[in-house]
């Protein structure tokens, strides 16, 4: 873990966290700079979000065409311009955001820390499809995969190379947000040749110009997923890893995927293997991998690499592996972060009722688990941060609203596995 090391003779400059975005990854990082340093973070997004509103730890400005490149950079040179005693530490919250950083990081990095990668990797690295030919050059597993380069190709869904059903989605994420059309969902599965077709032309009838993933759906549950974090310093060093089992997942259709509830663990081949492939690409900053383990041939298969931190990010800094820290002592203060950490010890984080997880959750084991970690008060959510919460019945009222829409959300989207009622049994 990173202690809080200021070199003999040195003060702790005065940072100022910039975020860009407004969701609970925002606010998770924000949390995660007030926990460590007592700093308010600034973000700018599109739009309000409940996750960062009524918040003292985090104040938002927004501007519905912030994420246009001549606007962001306009607004970040203003904003940089008012506040020359700072350290300004510029993060992105979204695969856009974090793109746009990196796209103008040449500019962008002479008036803020901007801890990300160059833009030739990351054109190598952002596009699913070229990230599997990654995979294939340093043997990491990825599920079966069939790539339709536009319109012409849907036709290649009538012979996929994998049994149904599929699962089709967006190679470039970025630009799929970018043409909205009815019916929109994040993931897609598809029981038939037919009905991939429709989704696929849906898809490119939208205008969206990328190639589209069709993939083999991997069995097994929310609780196959893992989800893992690494922080790489500024020699591309990777320092720590930190390996998430999901157990429960969000499942309304455009929230399909997002963590609900991890249970941390360590799995060290599996962390060397991607800390091998990391240093090996010169990556640097924060990495978030999508994985799951497929139960026919025992292997962990890699769907994506996001450039930056994951939405549930605070799964890291919860289980005592603080950002904030990690981003402050390497590109502040300029620390040597030592040796690699494997993160091996076992934290439960939830961002939904705990109630809820053990309701859904397809793992009598995995519950029982978590529920002994929530049973010792030692389990952590994002936003439920008593430094907010207190003395704030605005905040107090959005968070108990928030919770609440839950129960509906998965009675109407998510089954109850069949081992539910194992699950229900009292802690």
Known sequence: MVANTIKKGCTMPDILPVLLGADMNCYSVARAFHEAYGVVSQAFGRWPMGETKYSRIVKVTTREDIDQDAVLLQTLADFAEKHPDKTRILLGCTDDYATLIIRHRAVLSKQYITPYIDGPLMDR???????????????????????????????????????????????SSIQYWKHPFEGMQKVYTAD??????????????????????VQDTIPGADSGM???????DRHAQVKMLCLGHVLLEEHTPRARGNHAAILTECDRP????????????GYTGFANFDIKYDPRDG?????????????SNYYVTGAGLNI????????????DLGETLFFDKETFWHSIPADIVWEYTDGPDLV????????????????????????????????????RRYYKKYATYCPKPATALKNDAKY
């Open 299 to 311: 292997q962990y298969k890699v769907f994506e690499i996001n450039l930056r931190q994951g939405r």
């Open 125 to 171: 690295l952002v596009s699913k499809e070229q990230f599997y030919h990654y995979c294939d050059e340093f043997a990491i597993p990825y599920p079966a995969t069939l790539v339709l380069h536009g319109a012409q190709d849907v036709a290649l869904l009538d012979d996929a190379p994998f049994p149904w059903p599929v699962i089709l989605k967006p190679s």
């Open 192 to 213: 038939s040749p037919r009905q991939a077709r429709a989704i696929a032309e849906r898809i490119f009838a939208s205008g969206y110009p990328d190639s589209l993933i």
């Open 270 to 281: 599996l962390m060397e293997k991607l800390k091998a492939f990391l240093e090996a690409i």
């Open 368 to 403: 029982r688990r978590a529920k002994a970690i929530v049973a010792a008060g030692q389990d952590t959510t994002a936003l439920d941060y008593a430094y907010d919460l207190r003395m704030n019945p605005m905040r107090c009222f959005y968070l108990w609203e928030h919770s």
């Open 324 to 335: 904030a820290r990690y981003l402050v002592e390497d590109r502040v203060l300029k620390n």
């Open 226 to 232: 893992r989800v893992l974090t690494a922080y790489c």
